[in-house]
């Protein structure tokens, strides 16, 4: 057994759920974050209010047993609420029936819970205020400063874990340490920006609650996620630059005229349009892509510091969580100390299923925004709804990504991209998918799996 501590940098979703992995094999946790201590300061948890969780970032939550705490507060989501720019309503399921779901949660509360879940093993040891500056890997040593006092510590551990997100201090210091170290962001044209729409008087949601709202509008979207409060949080993804863009929006008249036409009937809900569109910041999305996620039996990376995806999949945090479960597993299979072994087995499953996750976030962008819409795109996903309800052994790309944990990323790309490439080819020649010979399909569908 281990005498020096594991040291996670990062308290945020994937280290302290990692920590609380860990502990349960009684290891001692040495976690360092750089943020005052969310559940006493008010501060911002960072980025989005709120994130859609599903059955891969369900799965280790379940493992760990923490997730009927988790469930408490979720708000289910069987799918989506397509808004029109006339305001009419369309609900597209996301699996074959409600029992399929994702579940809207607050990204705060969940950080907490997991924290508070983690510090209750005594083995476990948060040092919140401490920004992770340098790393040593020869002696395992951090180097932190106090985000208060600057006062400058070390620290010395058995090994590292670098949970400390997209702009990862341990990926920096692999990329001093290890020559010829890979990393590179692909950043889109598109920012995003937080609204809000509150809950009504008697709590009230003031949209249908179960569904995940989105206003596709071709180069951008407006989408909604409800919170358990009555509340939704939106988030405007939007162009930076151009004639419709976060540039070209520059007075409050020209906001107002803009989302009344586009979003109009959202409008009366965003009761604090002008002030959230004024003073809320516009957030960066890019995909990272990284390579060694490890250094010997010195440090391995997991969560958004390995990956940072852009969010249109959901997936983000889910892929985080399932980082966590993996590495567990190949800490359990090469034996607790055996740090080499286990990182190396844990790199070669992830890496490959980061790099997907990565490519379907930025591919369903363009599905979101543009063909949810689309007449084909729509007929392709009520074929894929009687292909699911047919047959247990069919899912859409949409569902192995999202409700089959038990396929890779990878498996779910490539299978996903093959299967909608045919069905979309079907649905352009046909005006109504119930005219199609569904059996010969999925005999079609069949091979294809077998194929991948
Ligand atoms: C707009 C938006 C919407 C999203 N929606 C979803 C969704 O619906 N579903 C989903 O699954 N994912 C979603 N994501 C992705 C999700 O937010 C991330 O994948 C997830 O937060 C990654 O967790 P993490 O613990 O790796 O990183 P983080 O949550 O970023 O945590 C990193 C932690 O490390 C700390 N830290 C950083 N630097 C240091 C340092 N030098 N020293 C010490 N501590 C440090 C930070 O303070 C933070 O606490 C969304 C992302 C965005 C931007």
Redesign the pocket.
Known sequence: MEKAPVII???????SLMAIYLAQKGLAVEI????PDMRKTAISA???IN??LSDR?ILPLQEVGVIDKVMAEAVKMPGRMLHSVEGKLQFAPYGKDSSQYINSISRGGLNQLLMTEAESYPNVNIRFN???TDINFDTCTITTEDYTTKAIKTFTGCTIIG???????VRNALENEIEGYKANVDWLEHG?KELSIPAMEDADFALEKNALHIWPRGNYMLIALPNADGSFTC?LFFPYHGEISFESLNSPEKVQAFFEKQFGDAVPHLVNLQEEFANNPV?KLGTLKCYPWIHSDKAAL????AHAIV?FY?????A?FEDCRVLNACIEEHGVGNWSAAYKAYQDLRKINGDAIGNLAVENFHEMRDHVADPTFRKKRTLEHILENTYDDYHSKYSLVTFQPAVSYAVARDLGNQQDALLMDLCKEVEDVESLDIPAIYEQLKALKASV
């Open positions: 940098v990062g308290a945020g979703l994937a280290g360092f974050e750089s943020r960072g980025r989005s994130l859609a970032g401490q920004k992770c949970g400390d997100g997209a702009n990862s201090s995003y988030t957030g997991i969560g958004d510091a969010p959901g997936q983000g945090m889910n985080s």
